[in-house]
């Protein structure tokens, strides 16, 4: 099983010196694409259909899906679901259907809290427009998902997947179910075999990291180790 989570992993310390020496933009983007068959990422979700996911009446430049790299991390989402008054929660894995293309932006700049989403927003379209000669006046996760472009930004201190709402459909992502899970129980799911927890287990689902290891060592699961070399990162 192909497997693309740590790719972006080593980027933040791989060449650190030279994205700090060359602080330019067309050395801060890169452009990569994912072929189909590919783990792009985890996603909880109130269903294990993405197309129960709603596009925001009104769009912000941040406004799109956020998948994580890591099963932790899409675990750590869960209780999302049930704050929104939702029965049941879903984590996903995301697999390429098609050709995907990930515009990866690297800036340290990202990481000053003080930086608003629109100034960060801003320095994405400079980018861009200097390094693709792209120009884009809209909102910018929805410009560039109508160009067929996710984005793959430095967040804090490691990086995070942006995919718009145009393309976070079944044409372009096939999405196998690994999780459901309820406030009190919960089981897994991997092709057709099935392994439930114990009632010893439930309480895991307060640990990310713990029910993360269960699940991989139960099921065989594993996160996107294979995204730095597939995408050239290191």
Request: charged letters at 25%; aromatic letters at 10%; glycine letters at 2%.
């Amino acid at each position: 099983m192909k497997e693309i989570a740590g790719l972006l992993q080593g980027l933040y310390e791989s060449e650190k010196s030279f994205w700090c020496e060359n602080f330019v933009a067309q050395k801060m983007l890169k452009k990569i694409s994912i072929t189909p068959g590919i783990l792009f990422g985890y996603k909880a979700l109130p269903s294990p259909s993405i197309n129960d996911i709603p596009t925001p009446k009104c769009l912000e430049d941040w406004s799109a899906i956020y998948p994580q790299l890591t099963l932790e991390q899409s675990l750590a989402y869960l209780p999302n679901q049930w704050d929104r008054d939702h029965d049941e929660a879903h984590i996903v894995a995301l697999y390429t259907k098609e050709d995907v293309e990930v515009i990866v932006y690297k800036d340290f700049a990202f990481q000053e809290p003080t930086i608003s989403a629109l100034e960060k927003a801003n320095l994405v379209r400079s980018a861009i427009k200097e390094s693709l000669m792209i120009t884009i006046d809209g909102m910018l996760m929805s410009e560039l998902g109508k160009r067929k472009y996710c984005l793959c930004a430095l967040d804090a201190d490691t990086f995070e997947l942006i995919v718009p709402h145009e393309l976070f459909t079944e044409e372009y992502f096939e999405v196998r179910p690994v999780i459901k899970a309820w406030q009190r129980r919960f089981e897994t799911f991997r092709v057709e075999s099935r392994v439930k927890f114990s009632s010893s287990d439930r309480m895991l689902i307060n640990s990310p990291s713990a029910l993360s290891n269960q699940l991989k060592k139960s099921e065989g699961i594993d996160d996107c180790v294979e995204m730095m070399q597939l995408m050239n990162l290191k």
